[in-house]
């Protein structure tokens, strides 16, 4: 249950007033950021069935290597670039990640070979390295954790929407064929990375770093954020949370660690594989679709998945957090995605996978509230790097271990089946958090 927080009404409509101003001016703009960082991320997954590989000769395998090979580069500097943010700020780092991002992903454009895609795949991973979770450690560092799991779950619809806006709008754009005499895949990257640069630049001049410097909150908002801040920093301090070593060694971070590997090989076999899948319907159950019928389908789980996420992230911020708000979720998409290949229908085969999407996303902005509760400063900036790390591994090993294994049997069914074993594990460490990660606002 959680506590009681007794204030005054003066300072109700000062902590009201200083969060509906975040929630204003902060969260949808890194939304945003994370928007095109997902998109521009997973572009690879439109381009593949859309002539990508038939122009490269590609076979599934090496699709699914080029998908992660990615997150070689991000993980390799996702340490180091989120403590460069915690000692030169946000809004320089954030703005450099993106400009540095977008240039990269403006070169698939031209890519001509299977190397020189693998070779831009890294060099994006490394120049996105520490986005992700530098945002985490950004919105984390803005409000008392009891408006934590709120706030990361509005930045978190981003995902989900990201391919609800941007499979269509991908499609669209793949369908420009012959603009600037470019393939349609090719247009597609050119669209979709130049917003990242753009964004990137803004973030310089828009972004503050502290509360102290939003000149958009008033002296008492200012003060009250501060005040409630610090005292969550001395908590978490007296708990063993402000040495970086010290929370690269901690096992609750290790066990966060393994519980989002699960979820994120979830994630990125939906995320880069889905397009392919439905470009088999074709094949599978004789069904025929455009380009951009195609994208309106990869689409759907998704808008579902938004809602699921927002309410059942409400539902987490009104009872507080807990280990079920994430084991919950796990558990019914580790039985969903491996039974959506064997539905007897396109219908049906959307259906599970929507019910899959849904129960990632309801799982990941809750997930993301724990670390908060015994991290601080530049441990904070480590461990979260390096739950976001482990993760990662999943990025890579998802697409790659789906297409090697689609190769190895032809079809799609058993990589679910070890999509659906992996995000069992997560459920079943996720059911123990509550054992080694206290609720500082519970009694």
Known sequence: MNATFKLSEQDEQVEKSAIRKISIRIVPFIALMFFINFLDRTAI???GPNGMTQDLGMTAAQFGFAAGIFFFGYIVLEIPSNLALHKYGARRWLARIMVTWGIVALLFTWVSSITGLYTLRFLLGVAEAGFFPGAILY??????????AKILALFYLAQPLTTVIGAPIASLLIQAHGLFGLEGWRVMFFGVSVPAIIVGIVTWFY??????????????ERTWLNREL??????KLSGHGGMTLQALKDKRVWLLSCIYFGLIYGLYA???FLPTIIGGFETKFGTKFGVFEKGLITAIPYLPAAFALFFWSRDASKRGVRAWHVGIP??????????????SSPEATVLAITLTACAIFSALPNFWSFPSRFLTGAAAAAGIALINTVGNLAGFAAPYITGAVKDATGLYEMPMFIVGAFMLLSAILAFSIGKVIKDPDAK
């Open 45 to 47: 997954s439109f381009a």
């Open 139 to 148: 919105l984390s560092t803005w409000v008392p954790g009891r408006h934590r």
């Open 207 to 220: 972004l503050p770093d502290t509360p102290t410097a939003a000149k958009w909150l008033n002296e008492d």
């Open 230 to 235: 610090a005292k969550e920093e001395v908590g």
């Open 270 to 272: 939906l995320a880069f």
């Open 330 to 343: 796990a558990l019914v998409g580790a039985i969903s995605i491996p039974l959506a290949l064997l539905m």
